[in-house]
T-cell receptor, first 117, second 113 residues
Framework: AQSVAQPEDQVNVAEGNPLTVKCTYSVSGNPYLFWYVQYPNRGLQFLLK??????LVKGSYGFEAEFNKSQTSFHLKKPSALVSDSALYFCAVRPALGDTGRRALTFGSGTRLQVQP | IAGITQAPTSQILAAGRRMTLRCTQDMRHNAMYWYRQDLGLGLRLIHYSNTAGTTGKGEVPDGYSVSRANTDDFPLTLASAVPSQTSVYFCASSAGTGTHEQYFGPGTRLTVT
């Protein structure tokens, strides 16, 4: 079964500084990897995904993520944080192959990003 | 605005009562999903449907049932609610089950007393 670990419950960063939200995964075979953001009292919004190809994936709102197969990681990054980036971030994984039941999307427990002005 | 709607927004329900959470999407997506979100546990999949007429069990299906009579609607039913079903419930959809990202509704906050 696949799993996702987000080792930090919360990440604090000053506005203008770079940010990183960590994610590691475990899956059989090749992974499809996703990042979502959740603002208070809202549903999750898709940020970016890695399917294949370039290990650096660019997404919405200036976010990017780097896929590292050897470290089984997919860390979310942004060069310059904004106060409005403060939210809950979820990493998710599904295996590229397999029956649809086992290919359900598995989410991490989430990391709260707090950007201080 | 195209997307997913969920109803009700919130509900307080007495234990033992039956409840149906409604979910409708207008994106003509094939796949739909129900998740529950609990603090510290992230989102856990309850049931899914890859296409109209088919459903499957997710990680935490006990106490819940779903139906998918058409493409747009995917209701979630709690036959006899228990306090452990207190949670925030999210419906989601995607164009397919492979590389496609999921789109989420605004959620239903359910409290079972």
């Amino acid at each position: 079964a696949q799993s996702v670990a987000q080792p930090e419950d919360q990440v604090n960063v000053a506005e203008g500084n770079p940010l990183t939200v960590k994610c590691t995964y475990s899956v059989s075979g090749n992974p499809y990897l996703f990042w979502y953001v959740q603002y208070p009292n809202r549903g999750l919004q898709f940020l970016l995904k890695y399917i294949t190809g370039d290990n650096l994936v660019k997404g919405s709102y200036g976010f990017e993520a780097e896929f590292n197969k050897s470290q089984t990681s997919f860390h979310l990054k942004k060069p310059s944080a904004l106060v409005s980036d403060s939210a809950l971030y979820f990493c998710a994984v599904r295996p590229a192959l397999g029956d649809t039941g086992r290919r359900a999307l598995t989410f991490g427990s989430g990391t709260r990003l707090q950007v201080q002005p | 605005i195209a997307g997913i709607t969920q109803a009700p927004t919130s509900q307080i329900l007495a234990a033992g009562r039956r409840m149906t959470l409604r979910c409708t999407q207008d994106m003509r997506h094939n796949a739909m999903y129900w998740y529950r979100q609990d603090l510290g546990l992230g989102l856990r999949l309850i049931h899914y449907s890859n296409t109209a007429g088919t459903t499957g069990k997710g990680e935490v299906p006990d106490g819940y049932s779903v139906s998918r009579a058409n493409t747009d609607d995917f209701p979630l039913t709690l036959a006899s609610a228990v306090p452990s079903q207190t949670s925030v419930y999210f419906c989601a959809s995607s164009a397919g089950t492979g590389t496609h990202e999921q789109y989420f509704g605004p959620g239903t906050r359910l409290t079972v007393t």
